[in-house]
């Protein structure tokens, strides 16, 4: 009997980052490499899904999660050298750790990119997201992102009303949207660490 293969897998993948200063566009495995599921991702409030990203303009699955979630607002974010003006100030300011007060929804129709995430422990997540992945990044999250080696990027971006891209650089610990993940997502001291040490 096979197991079960989540196809998400195809187009998101994660891993426990090393602490190397090199390039941030490379990987940065552990070694050993760590990977990490997507359902451990889940219980940090990151979802995700795979759509296909060559017919989103007619896609009916995407036409119910934007429904489902109320995600009104679109627009599309092209990130590369010959695309976006500033490029390397964007680069920067977008791999700053930072949180956002909404959820951070972006749906990956070209190219690729890396989306890293704080676990409860505080160490780095690294989520690389591929033509045909959408993940939604909780409010409150401390995150980062930025491209990989290979510079492209195409994302959908989605936004319940109208968007606010307001990025709080760590730390910024005071703002609602972070004690609520916190609340939501993050055990509570002496509580489930038997079911955190098995995860």
């Known amino acids: 009997m096979g197991s079960f293969k989540d196809d998400r897998e195809e187009v998101i993948q994660a891993w426990y980052m090393d602490d190397s200063d090199e390039d941030q566009r490379l990987p940065h495995h552990r070694n050993p490499k760590e990977f990490v599921s997507l359902d451990q991702l889940a219980k940090l409030g990151v979802i995700s899904w795979r759509l296909d990203a060559d017919k989103y303009e007619t896609d009916e699955e995407l036409k119910k999660i934007r429904e489902d979630r109320g995600y009104s607002y679109m627009d599309f974010c092209e990130v590369c050298p010959e695309k976006l003006p500033n490029y390397e100030e964007k680069i920067k300011n977008f ?66 009303g109208d968007p606010i891209w307001t990025p709080f650089n760590r730390p910024h610990d005071h ?25």
């Open 95 to 160: 791999f700053e750790e930072h949180l956002h007060t909404d959820e951070e929804i972006r749906y990956c129709v070209a190219g690729s990119g890396y989306f890293d995430v704080r676990d409860h422990n505080d160490s780095w997540i690294r989520v690389l997201v591929k033509k045909g992945g959408m993940i939604v990044l909780p409010a409150g999250i401390y995150h980062r992102f930025t491209l990989d080696s290979n510079n492209y990027i195409k994302a959908m971006r989605l936004f319940v």
């Open 175 to 199: 703002l609602p949207a972070r004690k609520e993940y916190l609340e939501t997502f993050v055990p509570k001291e002496g509580a489930n660490h038997a079911v955190d040490a098995a995860a």
